[in-house]
């Protein structure tokens, strides 16, 4: 049976932790110059309806280190937009690759692609899910942290994609997260629940500081995400309260680590002097991406 990966609940624990720890050797070859070509002769297709720069460079550089090859596709130079079925072009991307990654708008659509997909498939981005993105940033986390269970997060902005990526990591790996988010921009009401069942400690507050305060992790990330720009004016206008800053940065540890998905916006949900004196943790945030992806995809396709 193949496994897909289309949010973080699609694996159990502990094929995450297997993944996770994975990334970490696979991390540490690729700083001592070592080469594994564990995918060798396997092939990535990669699908965007939306742009990307760290998603789109991490799976693909990350396929050609195990020793595979990607293949990059957008709608409007297939024939899905000329209208082909989505169904039809899970059948026949299946006969070519070995697995996939796509980023979309509607989850439904990566759900559809995956019932008719008989490779793994796995969510690059929609717009309710973020889930390789939250996959590497606890790799981020606990390498930076040495745990992740006794780790508050406080997550600070729009309850969007990578919000609830977020929620289900605190049901999965078991840290505790604080989301605030101004009024009407929080969460889905059905994540929160969802992951509460699963055991998550999950907070939903309008109340940054509260968020915040003692926190080991601020995460924020834009405000006006992918496909939502015509909402920006209406929008912008009750985040301001949200915004990382050192003033509401001296609520959390003095250790704090401030994580940010990226694209940045300096000067909406961050400030560019926070963003600086973070810089490190938030590109090695960003390069973990690759090794994370590489274990993602190695397990995937080989266990
Ligand atoms: N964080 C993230 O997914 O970045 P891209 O949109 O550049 O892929
Ligand atoms: N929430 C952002 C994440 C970008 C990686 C978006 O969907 O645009």
């Known amino acids: 049976m193949k496994k897909d990966f289309l949010t973080l609940f699609s694996l159990k624990r502990e094929e995450l932790l297997w993944i996770l720890k994975r990334a970490e050797e696979l991390k540490r070859a690729h700083r001592e110059g070592r080469i594994i070509e564990t995918l060798r ?15 789109r460079l991490s799976f693909e550089i990350g396929i050609y280190q195990l020793g595979g090859n990607a293949v ?16 039809d072009t899970a059948r026949v991307i299946s006969r070519y690759a070995d697995i996939v990654m796509i980023r979309t708008f509607a989850q439904d659509t990566i759900e559809k692609f995956a019932k008719y997909s008989s490779v793994p498939v796995i969510n690059g981005l929609t717009d309710s899910y973020h889930p390789v993105q939250i996959l590497s940033d606890v790799f981020t986390i606990k390498e930076k942290k040495g745990k992740i269970e006794k780790v508050k997060v406080a997550y600070v902005g729009d309850g969007n994609n990578v919000a609830h990526s977020l929620i289900n990591g605190a049901a999965t790996f078991g840290y505790e997260v604080f989301v605030a988010t101004p009024e009407n921009y929080g969460p889905v009401r059905k994540v929160v ?14 109340d940054p500081m509260e968020a915040v305060s003692g926190a080991d992790v601020v995460y924020t990330d834009v405000w006006v995400s992918m496909g939502q720009e015509e909402e920006r004016d209406r929008k912008i206008k009750f985040f301001k309260p949200f915004q990382v800053n050192e003033r509401l940065l001296s609520h959390a540890k003095d250790d704090v680590m401030v994580l940010h998905c990226l694209p940045a916006h300096k000067g909406e949900e961050i ?14 945030q960003a390069e973990n991406r690759l090794h994370a992806q590489k274990a993602l995809m190695e397990y995937l396709l080989l266990r």
């Open 41 to 55: 002769g396997k092939t990535l297709v990669m699908f965007f309806e939306k742009v990307s720069t760290r998603t």
């Open 193 to 206: 629940v969802t992951a509460r069942e699963k055991g998550g400690r999950i907070n939903i507050t309008s």
């Open 72 to 87: 990059f596709l957008n709608k409007a130079d297939s024939q899905l937009g000329r209208g082909e079925s989505i169904k």
């Open 271 to 284: 400030t560019e002097d926070v963003f600086e004196s973070h810089a490190d943790e938030i590109f090695t």
